[in-house]
């Protein structure tokens, strides 16, 4: 899949990627150094529950960047292969973008093609996706608290599903009850009588 944010200081592209991840393999993410001085360098402790499973290239050029992408997705061992790109480069044309679909294709391995300020030139790839932050969701408990996070989503060009656009939500994960009845009862008498 192809990528290209609303602009590159959102980096909300980034939750609706990892949504769409999943499996305990690790993760490639591969940056171009033009994307790391204009976006921000990747910080794998934000990024839970890869962050210690990330594999993290970071390329001298675009050239280097989809070598790397594309060596990545020849590997099955790897869950998926995520590349961000600056700019129009000249070695991402239509055979660089060909190669890494059928790359992906051959060994199952996701890959997301992440484009930083590019025009949404002529590509293989399977899907583009034009993808912009949103206002967060209601909180369930707290209207002043932001809920979960959302995107505005355009798919506009696929070979296996209708493009559309949406408001894309990632739901939490089912509520937990806050606090348990004390097993110790002296313990959870005292509590009630301090509290």
């Known amino acids: 899949s192809e990528l290209f944010p609303a602009s590159p200081r959102d980096a909300g592209w980034t939750g609706f990627v990892?949504?769409?991840?999943?499996?305990?393999?690790?993760l490639l993410w591969v940056q171009e150094r033009m994307a790391i001085l204009e976006a921000g360098r990747l910080h794998a402790a934000g990024l839970e529950p890869f962050?210690?499973?990330l594999i993290h290239v970071e390329a001298r050029d675009a050239k280097a960047a989809l070598w790397a992408?594309?060596?990545g997705?020849?590997?099955?061992?790897?869950?998926?292969?995520?590349?961000?790109?600056?700019?129009?480069?000249?070695?991402?044309?239509?055979?660089?973008?060909?190669?890494?679909?059928?790359?992906?294709?051959?060994?199952?391995?996701?890959?997301?093609?992440?484009?930083?300020?590019g025009a949404a030139n002529l590509s293989g790839a399977r899907e583009r996706w034009r993808l912009a932050s949103a206002p967060s969701a209601p909180h369930l408990f707290d209207p002043k608290a932001?809920?979960?996070?959302?995107?505005?989503?355009?798919?506009?060009?696929s070979r296996q599903r209708t493009p559309g656009r949406w408001l894309v939500s990632?739901?939490?994960?089912?509520?937990?009850?806050?606090?348990?009845?004390?097993?110790d009862r002296a313990l959870g008498e005292s509590l009630r009588r301090t509290g």
């Open 146 to 157: 932001p809920g979960d996070p959302r995107w505005a989503a355009e798919l506009f060009r």
């Open 18 to 26: 990892l949504a769409q991840l999943q499996g305990s393999k690790p």
């Open 170 to 183: 990632h739901d939490s994960a089912p509520l937990l009850p806050v606090a348990a009845e004390p097993v």
């Open 69 to 71: 992408m594309e060596e």
């Open 51 to 53: 962050g210690p499973r």
């Open 73 to 117: 997705l020849r590997c099955a061992a790897i869950g998926a292969v995520i590349g961000e790109l600056w700019g129009d480069p000249q070695a991402l044309d239509f055979t660089a973008t060909r190669r890494l679909a059928v790359a992906a294709e051959r060994t199952g391995v996701a890959c997301w093609l992440i484009r930083l300020q």
